[in-house]
């Protein structure tokens, strides 16, 4: 049985790839860290030079199912010997990995996608056991990163480079793309599978090794998808994992043989992961917070819309970077607003494995109570709750993390239900006269990661195409991700570094150029018939 020690908790809000990170000046130890002397529950590994690792460390983080808050697994704050640890081996693995061939790169990541696809199930049910979303929905998440690493496949035609014959007499200059060493993620707890996909696969793919810190909330994808690595013939050392939380952060920020960090995940961190990193010389990219519109015009298919709306808010218990949060309704659709309210009433909260759920738990008690508490503030401040899913019980788990879905309207843009992201299914809701004050609310918001227009006017959607400045944009598409043969673009506040992830971005992150400018004289090729007589010395 597990040793009854007092636990050392720590308290944060919940919209976060590592917890603890929303207080990094000041806090220590995550939402759930304890030490102990003797536990029962499985523990995370490290893994170090193609090793699963048990942690020597002294704290460790408890993993909670979100459906009934069991203790499912813990995982350690790696100390910092072992941390180096995998540095080391990386860094070592990057002098034959980086001259291995580009076909043979690209060979691991068939293997890999195939390995992938045929475990598909076995990833979707870690995910829903740790993070809680349906099965349906954790299945889709591990599609959306295996798409990621089928276009690492067709990385030979990716890292080609340039020439230009004859820059001069007998000259010519050509460059072609170098990895840079040693990489490393930082990934969230709300797509436990398809946010490592974006990191590693394409990483390794261009020649760089990987210290990988999944999420400590719910590593279990994680661990699973690198083990499916080393099968399909990732050389040992290549790919390396960390857990932690702030102190493994600033390890990864601070570690001079690091020499990239992708990170996805709160505005706290993301801005403290870029100043630290690049303040030490590396490359970050860091995806953040956002607060998506979908504008709805009175032209646009009715029925249609709703269900867009309704499954982009409250899918995966809102807790996606790219939910549409807020609808902007354009004159008379506005007086859709019941049905929408009736089409999200119909939605079933359940645990996730339970057949046809819509809507499953949120990721800790936390992240309740901070949603309950902004709606809560919503009507204080004015804002009136259409439909309250606070309080919702779920028979036979009543113990889970729910908030049922949530409409709030006659919300005003300095209203904090607006202001802040969420991160819940709670569906703010606006109303203006004509698309332009709808592109001027959406413009002045600080984050940047994509919106939506619903419209059957392509007059319409041109023009909120071209006008608004998001960097993501749905014309009758809710949730405009794009596939990675393009790559992820939100901007504004929701983003800082200056290359997105994946697709031609993601492999100019991941490389650097090297120039060369040659010189071969065209007389110096002249060929000379041999002499037989004796030389004259002339």
Same mark, same amino acid.
């Given at each position: 049985?597990?040793?009854?020690?007092?636990?050392?908790?720590?308290?944060?809000?919940?919209?976060?790839?590592?917890?603890?990170?929303?207080?990094?000046?000041?806090?220590?130890?995550?939402?759930?860290?304890?030490?102990?002397?003797?536990?029962?529950?499985?523990?995370?590994?490290?893994?170090?030079?193609?090793?699963?690792?048990?942690?020597?460390?002294?704290?460790?983080?408890?993993?909670?199912?979100?459906?009934?808050?069991?203790?499912?697994?813990?995982?350690?704050?790696?100390?910092?010997?072992?941390?180096?640890?995998?540095?080391?081996?990386?860094?070592?693995?990057?002098?034959?990995?980086?001259?291995?061939?580009?076909?043979?790169?690209?060979?691991?990541?068939?293997?890999?996608?195939?390995?992938?696809?045929?475990?598909?199930?076995?990833?979707?049910?870690?995910?829903?056991?740790?993070?809680?979303?349906?099965?349906?929905?954790?299945?889709?998440?591990?599609?959306?990163?295996?798409?990621?690493?089928?276009?690492?496949?067709?990385?030979?035609?990716?890292?080609?480079?340039?020439?230009?014959?004859?820059?001069?007499?007998?000259?010519?200059?050509?460059?072609?793309?170098?990895?840079?060493?040693?990489?490393?993620?930082?990934?969230?707890?709300?797509?436990?599978?398809?946010?490592?996909?974006?990191?590693?696969?394409?990483?390794?793919?261009?020649?760089?090794?990987?210290?990988?810190?999944?999420?400590?909330?719910?590593?279990?994808?994680?661990?699973?998808?690198?083990?499916?690595?080393?099968?399909?013939?990732?050389?040992?050392?290549?790919?390396?994992?960390?857990?932690?939380?702030? @102190?493994?952060?600033?390890? *990864?920020?601070?570690?001079?043989?690091? /020499? &990239?960090? +992708?990170? !996805? =995940?709160?505005?706290?961190?993301?801005?403290?992961?870029?100043?630290?990193?690049?303040?030490?010389?590396?490359?970050?990219?860091?995806?953040?917070?956002?607060?998506?519109?979908?504008?709805?015009?009175?032209?646009?298919?009715?029925?249609?819309?709703?269900?867009?709306?309704?499954?982009?808010?409250?899918?995966?218990?809102?807790?996606?970077?790219?939910?549409?949060?807020?609808?902007?309704?354009?004159?008379?659709?506005?007086?859709?607003?019941?049905?929408?309210?009736?089409?999200?009433?119909?939605?079933?909260?359940?645990?996730?494995?339970?057949?046809?759920? @819509?809507?499953?738990?949120? *990721?800790?008690?936390?992240?309740?109570? /901070? &949603?309950? +508490?902004? !709606? =809560?503030?919503?009507?204080?401040?004015?804002?009136?709750?259409?439909?309250?899913?606070?309080?919702?019980?779920?028979?036979?788990?009543?113990?889970?993390?729910?908030?049922?879905?949530?409409?709030?309207?006659?919300?005003?843009?300095?209203?904090?239900?607006?202001?802040?992201?969420?991160?819940?299914?709670?569906?703010?809701?606006?109303?203006?006269?004509?698309?332009?004050?709808?592109?001027?609310?959406?413009?002045?918001?600080?984050?940047?990661?994509?919106?939506?227009?619903?419209?059957?006017?392509?007059?319409?959607?041109?023009?909120?195409?071209?006008?608004?400045?998001?960097?993501?944009?749905?014309?009758?598409?809710?949730?405009?991700?794009?596939?990675?043969?393009?790559?992820?673009?939100?901007?504004?506040?929701?983003?800082?570094?200056?290359?997105?992830?994946?697709?031609?971005?993601?492999?100019?992150?991941?490389?650097?150029?090297?120039?060369?400018?040659?010189?071969?004289?065209?007389?110096?090729?002249?060929?000379?018939?041999?002499?037989?007589?004796?030389?004259?010395?002339?």
């Amino acid at each position: 049985t597990r040793a009854r020690l007092q636990p050392l908790r720590v308290s944060c809000p919940a919209r976060e790839a590592t917890p603890a990170m929303l207080r990094l000046a000041s806090v220590r130890l995550p939402l759930g860290v304890r030490a102990y002397a003797a536990a029962s529950v499985p523990t995370a590994k490290l893994v170090i030079n193609g090793k699963q690792v048990e942690s020597q460390s002294k704290v460790w983080m408890d993993i909670h199912n979100p459906a009934t808050n069991e203790v499912v697994s813990r995982v350690p704050q790696a100390t910092n010997a072992e941390m180096q640890a995998a540095v080391d081996a990386a860094k070592d693995a990057f002098k034959s990995w980086s001259q291995t061939s580009v076909m043979t790169r690209q060979s691991v990541m068939f293997n890999l996608s195939r390995i992938i696809r045929d475990n598909m199930t076995d990833l979707a049910k870690s995910i829903t056991r740790e993070q809680g979303k349906t099965l349906a929905d954790a299945e889709g998440d591990v599609l959306r990163g295996l798409q990621v690493v089928e276009q690492a496949c067709s990385l030979p035609t990716m890292l080609m480079g340039d020439i230009q014959p004859n820059v001069a007499q007998d000259m010519e200059t050509y460059s072609f793309r170098l990895p840079l060493g040693v990489c490393a993620g930082i990934c969230p707890f709300n797509f436990p599978a398809m946010i490592p996909l974006w990191m590693f696969p394409l990483a390794i793919a261009c020649g760089n090794t990987y210290v990988l810190k999944p999420s400590e909330r719910d590593p279990g994808a994680a661990m699973m998808l690198v083990d499916m690595a080393k099968k399909a013939g990732v050389p040992d050392g290549v790919l390396n994992v960390v857990h932690g939380s702030v @102190d493994t952060v600033n390890f *990864i920020c601070d570690n001079p043989d690091i /020499r &990239a960090i +992708s990170f !996805v =995940g709160s505005d706290t961190a993301g801005k403290h992961i870029w100043e630290r990193g690049t303040k030490n010389g590396k490359r970050v990219q860091s995806n953040m917070g956002a607060k998506n519109h979908g504008v709805i015009m009175p032209d646009a298919n009715r029925t249609a819309t709703l269900n867009a709306l309704v499954g982009a808010a409250f899918g995966a218990a809102g807790q996606r970077c790219m939910a549409l949060s807020v609808a902007v309704f354009v004159g008379e659709s506005k007086s859709w607003l019941p049905d929408l309210v009736k089409m999200a009433k119909g939605l079933k909260v359940n645990e996730g494995f339970q057949p046809g759920t @819509d809507v499953g738990p949120m *990721i800790s008690p936390a992240a309740l109570k /901070r &949603a309950e +508490s902004i !709606v =809560g503030k919503s009507v204080t401040q004015g804002a009136k709750v259409l439909l309250d899913g606070r309080g919702v019980k779920v028979p036979g788990y009543e113990k889970g993390n729910w908030l049922g879905p949530t409409v709030i309207t006659n919300v005003k843009t300095d209203m904090e239900c607006y202001k802040e992201e969420i991160f819940a299914p709670v569906l703010v809701c606006l109303e203006v006269d004509t698309l332009d004050e709808a592109i001027d609310v959406i413009n002045r918001n600080r984050w940047g990661n994509g919106t939506a227009i619903f419209t059957n006017s392509g007059a319409a959607a041109r023009k909120f195409t071209m006008q608004i400045e998001a960097g993501q944009v749905g014309i009758n598409v809710p949730i405009p991700v794009p596939l990675p043969f393009f790559s992820f673009t939100g901007n504004k506040g929701s983003y800082v570094g200056d290359l997105n992830f994946y697709g031609k971005a993601g492999v100019q992150f991941f490389t650097q150029l090297k120039t060369i400018t040659s010189l071969w004289r065209s007389a110096d090729a002249t060929t000379l018939k041999a002499a037989t007589v004796m030389p004259t010395m002339k």
